[in-house]
């Protein structure tokens, strides 16, 4: 029987390795061909084939790249979906199960270079509810389904009636303590309930109109100020950008001292004291912790400064008490983060 027959030893591990997966790092995402060692990675490398395909991804690298990076993220989150629905997930574990398919697109030909840039990303543009802990990044799925949605607002238009049905009680309590009649009341004519009711209905009714109107408004004015830029004097911010000084200042927190073109800012790093001049695009606001003092760097009341009463760390918002302006004393919630920043004198 010859050395590789088909039921020799080494034939039968052949196929079992050529089932299983393989080490990413010898995988040609351009070609779709997984190599079995590094060597066979080179040749492929060299091979004809391979560099016609790398001419083509040449011409237009950026087309391949969000193709690539498309194509990942939707299997990625159809594997959340089917496999954990909702549920709160460790990312890590999320990601051992979609790589485990032998033809999935890897992450080094997406525009992410990590895990945990990914997980963010899909928290920034609200596909997933993401948060960090000790252990590491936990993602869940925001299921966008009709039917689901549709499930959401009948709880949350059972929850409002249940609401309303207490305050309704809590309002014909206090009448009947006003009118001193106490268990008198049973004694009282149908007619006069039932105007009762029609007035704790009406004031019910007038509190939430007056509460819509409010919001609209508040809306509006949100909207009306917001603007492109952010970026002010005054403030701490996080530099982004890994091509800065190497990746040398990446993640390094500094001062906005001077602002030019609205965009371009002057920056002074808290560790270092280098000063750097960076685009808005690559900085991020900083969130500190509840009861320290922010500035609001974008829609309502943009300029004035806020304490930071709470921080909602599944939805990225947070609520805040307007301290300056013609807004002071206004309470505010879900305000996103990009648009407070923590104060540089605090």
Request: glycine share 8%.
């Amino acid at each position: 029987m010859g050395k590789h027959d088909f039921l020799t030893p080494k034939a039968i591990g052949i196929r079992m390795k050529a089932k299983g997966l393989q080490k990413l790092r010898w995988f040609c995402q351009v070609c779709q061909k997984q190599c079995r060692d590094e060597n066979g990675f080179k040749c492929h490398t060299t091979s004809e084939s391979h560099q016609r395909q790398m001419l083509i991804v040449a011409n237009n690298p950026d087309k391949f790249m969000s193709g690539y990076s498309e194509m990942f993220e939707e299997a990625f989150l159809e594997n959340l979906r089917r496999r954990h629905g909702t549920k709160r997930m460790r990312a890590t574990h999320v990601y051992n199960e979609y790589i485990q398919d032998k033809l999935h697109v890897h992450m080094n030909a997406t525009q992410w270079t990590t895990l945990s840039g990914f997980v963010q990303y899909l928290g920034r543009t609200g596909k997933c509810v993401v948060d960090e802990t000790e252990k590491g990044w936990y993602i869940q799925y925001i299921d966008r389904d009709p039917k689901a949605i549709a499930r959401q607002k009948e709880l949350e238009k059972k929850k409002k009636a249940e609401l309303d049905h207490e305050e309704r009680n809590k309002l014909e309590g206090f009448e009947c303590v006003w009118s001193g009649r106490g268990g008198s009341e049973e004694a009282e004519s149908e007619d006069k309930r039932s105007n009762k009711r029609h007035a704790v209905d009406a004031i019910i009714e007038e509190n939430e109109r007056r509460k819509r109107e409010k919001s609209r408004r508040l809306e509006e004015e949100s909207k009306r100020q917001r603007e492109e830029n952010w970026v002010t004097t005054g403030i701490v911010i996080k530099v982004m950008n890994k091509k800065v000084g190497d990746g040398a200042y990446y993640k390094c927190k500094g001062v906005v001292k001077d602002v030019e073109e609205k965009f371009c800012a002057t920056v002074e790093l808290l560790d270092s004291g280098d000063v750097l001049r960076l685009d808005q695009d690559d900085l991020e606001t900083v969130i500190p912790k509840p009861g320290r003092k922010v500035k609001i760097v974008n829609g309502l009341g943009r300029g004035c400064t806020a304490k930071l009463l709470d921080i909602s760390v599944d939805d990225f918002c947070a609520r805040i008490r307007i301290d300056s302006g013609s807004y002071r004393g206004e309470i505010l919630d879900r305000v996103e983060y990009e648009d407070i920043c923590r104060l540089a004198d605090e």
